[in-house]
């Protein structure tokens, strides 16, 4: 009797069976891949059975679909049908009478023409197309034919605008008929030639630029007429290329006029075609000032379908071409809405320059772009447009401020050139006190109005939130540039020049404490940029720069007191306090020896402002100027050695103090490294030429802190605690001693190095013993070298090498021996420390 499980039991050991079926079909595959692998590496069969094959088991995929093949041979078959048409008019052409030459060619032009009807009706689009495509060629070569045997005698470029104005109706006309009007071919093809009529009957007629840059303008407003209106899509994009190219040669060309007019009424002129320019723009962005944009992605590519669908390509294309289009996408409208502004200030700007001095070209554009602003506030006009206007006026106002930037510059960085000529006495004027070695820019006088007028526009004109705050810092600067400009514009005197940078500077730090963070930081960098020009330009006579100085040291001292501005104000107002020093020095014929201490004035402020500064960002810049101001008082007094040697010990002094700070304990190594220099200083101004009175000096500190480290961390290595100590004096005067004639030295120095030997040895420390041992053994052979030198002159000259060879021979035999021994040493000195 069979027992069967319960089904939960029974459906667990299928499972359990399934699952070892699973891996081991795994495990058969994975040997499966193998062995296929090693019989493909040995170059034999896989399959012992079958026959050989190549390695790709698929098949070779085509490198090119059907349609793309089609399509080649379609335009390749028109291509060469146009020029045999072409090769037959202009080579056989005179082979034939005038019946024979007109039934040819009529015939030819007929059938191509006729024959996409046909090849439509029985689904055959692309070809179509491309039968089309040769008729259009032939219409043109019949044109070309029709001027050579009847209309010789007119003139080419009138007969060519003609005959592009016919085969543009015609072409439209094939178009739009009801049999071929399903092809795509045409209509962009009318539209092409369109472009011509005009600019070439212009041509013809000998008609100047302006009458050439209307007919380009008007041309490129037909092309925009139809892009906006027509449905298909390659005659779409067709007029919108006509109409950005041919309009952009236009609207270069009436701009060239603008600009080179000497009359106003030639300005008025090319005004009157920037304006024509302008209202085809505002038309083309009109339509899409909203939310305009094609309502269908469904575009087709003309000849793009293969022939086995070339029937439902057919039955489709009305659908596909027949995509409304609600102008142009809002992006692109306001783009034109930029344009057309910038035509319009174009447009007005040129005239008033016609009329109006040189100088005041700059302005009048700038009045143009102003009152352009006017279209922003009219509530009838889409908000695009408005838009537009606006970016149009900004634009023209930012070019302005571009082109008063050299009369700023010239005065915040002309002072510079006082530099190479300090204390030579005060200039005539503001203007002269600027252009020291920089020219005056030409048109300046009027860089004032400029600033002005955009900071008077810029703040209340900006109402969005997010902008208004920048837009009124923006303003504030312009400002400042504008009362900045004014004492060199308009030749105020030297001392009231001055005067008003002071007043500025000092008013840009009072706005810096009553602003919110981004103004404060504006008002901070424009009462630096003053103040540095205020100071340059007090370089011209030493009574100024003294009171300058004090002034901006004092003023930026003051401004220290609040939190917020010491950051800045305290490294600035050290950093004039420095050149304060500096100059008072001067003024009092002292060397620069003697300046330096009164420069080291600065460090010490330095140093004492620090802590009370605590963890502020201002910390950091008081000690880097302190600092640099240490640097410059130690290069003031490298001439005077001994003064110099004052110097860095004050240096060190001020540097050990800072290193009492629990935050600042590595600035002592540098308060170390100054005491150490200020003592070489000082001995070599005494002309001590003894290494010892430079190493012991650093040796016995060294000694004393290694060995207080090792008294608190008894792990510390000797060569870290003593190594550095002991090295500073005995390599210095190990060196000397080696070319010391007397015995003195060697003497002394042989002691010191027997007793650090004897101590490391007692201690059991690895870095006396050695440094200790090996200074000795050096020594002592410094001074056996006479003696070895006079035995060796006495032997004979086989002797040092029969030595050499019996020592060698020893060593040989005792090489074990040796070697056991070197290892033993090797060892103890391994477990000193």
Not at 360 to 368: D, K
């Amino acid at each position: 009797m069979t027992h069967l499980p319960p089904p939960a039991e029974e459906l667990r050991l299928l499972d359990a069976e399934l699952r070892q079926l699973d891996a081991r079909r795994a495990q058969l595959l994975t040997r499966r891949a193998w062995l296929i692998a090693a019989l493909q590496q040995t170059g034999q069969p896989s399959r012992p059975w079958a026959h050989p094959r190549t390695p790709s088991a698929a098949a070779p995929r085509p490198e090119t679909a059907a349609p793309s093949v089609q399509n080649v041979l379609l335009v390749l078959g028109g291509v060469l049908l146009t020029l045999a048409a072409a090769v037959f008019t202009l080579v056989s052409w005179g082979d034939m009478g005038i019946t024979g030459r007109a039934l040819v060619l009529g015939a030819v032009t007929l059938a191509a023409l006729t024959g996409p009807a046909l090849l439509l009706k029985r689904g055959l689009r692309s070809t179509a197309e491309s039968v089309a495509g040769l008729g259009l060629a032939l219409t043109v070569l019949d044109a070309y034919a029709l001027h050579e045997a009847a209309l010789a005698g007119t003139d080419g470029t009138g007969y060519a605008a003609a005959a592009a104005a016919v085969l543009a109706g015609i072409w439209s006309t094939y178009a739009l008929l009801p049999a071929t009007v399903a092809l795509r071919l045409p209509l962009p093809c009318a539209l092409a030639a369109a472009q011509f009529p005009l600019l070439l009957w212009a041509l013809s007629a000998d008609a100047g630029p302006y009458v050439i840059s209307a007919a380009l303008l008007v041309t490129a407003g037909l092309d925009t007429v139809v892009a906006l209106r027509v449905k298909t899509p390659s005659a779409r994009v067709t007029a919108m290329v006509g109409a950005y190219g041919v309009g952009t040669c236009g609207i270069l060309t009436a701009g060239w006029l603008t600009l080179t007019a000497d009359a106003p009424s030639a300005a008025a002129r090319a005004g009157a075609l920037l304006l024509l320019a302008a209202a085809i723009a505002v038309g083309a962005a009109w339509p899409g000032a909203g939310a305009g944009s094609l309502s269908s992605a469904g575009t087709g590519t003309g000849t793009g379908e293969s022939a086995g669908t070339d029937e439902s390509a057919s039955t489709g294309a009305g659908s596909s071409e027949s995509a409304a289009w609600q102008g142009p996408s809002e992006k692109h409208a306001l783009g034109l809405a930029v344009v057309s502004g910038l035509l319009v200030v174009g447009a007005f700007g040129g005239v008033a320059r016609s009329w109006l001095p040189g100088m005041w070209t700059v302005p009048a554009y700038l009045a143009c772009g102003i009152a352009l602003l006017a279209a922003v506030r009219a509530g009838r006009l889409p908000d695009t447009v408005r838009l537009g206007s606006a970016w149009a006026s900004g634009a023209v106002q930012a070019l302005a401020v571009l082109w008063a930037l050299p009369v700023v510059a010239v005065v915040v960085m002309g002072p510079a050139g006082w530099i190479g000529r300090v204390w030579s006495g005060a200039p005539s004027d503001a203007r002269a006190a600027v252009t020291v070695e920089a020219p005056w820019p030409p048109d300046a006088a009027v860089a004032p109005a400029v600033l002005l007028a955009v900071a008077a526009v810029l703040a209340p004109a900006v109402r969005a939130e997010q902008w208004r705050s920048r837009a009124r810092i923006g303003a504030a600067g312009l400002a400042w540039a504008t009362a900045l400009t004014l004492p060199a514009v308009f030749g105020m005197p030297y001392v009231a020049g001055m005067v008003l940078l002071g007043v500025m500077t000092a008013a840009a730090l009072y706005a810096g404490r009553a602003t919110a963070s981004t103004a404060r930081l504006t008002a901070l960098l424009l009462s630096l940029i003053t103040s540095v020009s205020l100071a340059l330009v007090s370089l011209a006579s030493q009574t100024v720069t003294l009171v300058v100085l004090s002034v901006l040291t004092a003023l930026f001292a003051s401004a220290s007191w609040r939190t917020s501005l010491t950051s800045v104000t305290a490294p600035a107002a050290l950093v004039y306090a420095a050149a304060l020093a500096s100059a008072t020095g001067a003024a009092a014929d002292w060397p620069p020896s003697r300046t330096a201490l009164l420069v080291l004035a600065v460090p010490v402020a330095a140093a004492l402002l620090a802590p009370r500064l605590g963890g502020s960002r201002a910390t950091v810049p008081v000690e880097a100027v302190g600092a640099a101001a240490g640097l410059l008082a130690v290069g003031l007094a490298v001439t005077d050695p001994p003064l110099l040697a004052l110097v860095l010990a004050s240096c060190g002094v001020i540097t050990a103090g800072t290193a009492l700070r629990p935050d600042r304990r590595p600035v002592g190594y540098a308060a170390t490294a100054l005491f150490v220099l200020a003592a070489w200083v000082r001995l070599a101004a005494w002309e001590v030429g003894t290494p010892e009175a430079y190493t012991l000096p650093v040796t016995v500190p060294a000694l004393l802190v290694g060995a207080l480290r090792r008294h608190r961390d008894p792990q510390v290595s000797s060569w870290t605690a003593y190594g550095p100590g002991l090295a500073a004096t005995l390599v210095p005067s190990l060196l000397t001693a080696w070319g010391d004639p007397h015995w003195t030295r060697p003497l002394l120095l042989g002691t010191a190095a027997l007793l650090v030997t004897l101590l490391g040895a007692r201690h059991r420390l690895q870095a006396p013993l050695v440094l200790g041992g090996s200074v000795l053994t050096l020594v002592a052979l410094h001074e056996l070298a006479p003696y070895v030198v006079q035995v060796t002159g006495a032997l004979p000259r086989w002797a040092p090498p029969a030595l050499a060879g019996l020592l060698l021979l020893a060593l040989g035999a005792t090489y074990e021996q040796r070697i056991r021994d070197v290892r033993r040493v090797r060892e103890v000195l391994g477990r000193m420390n």
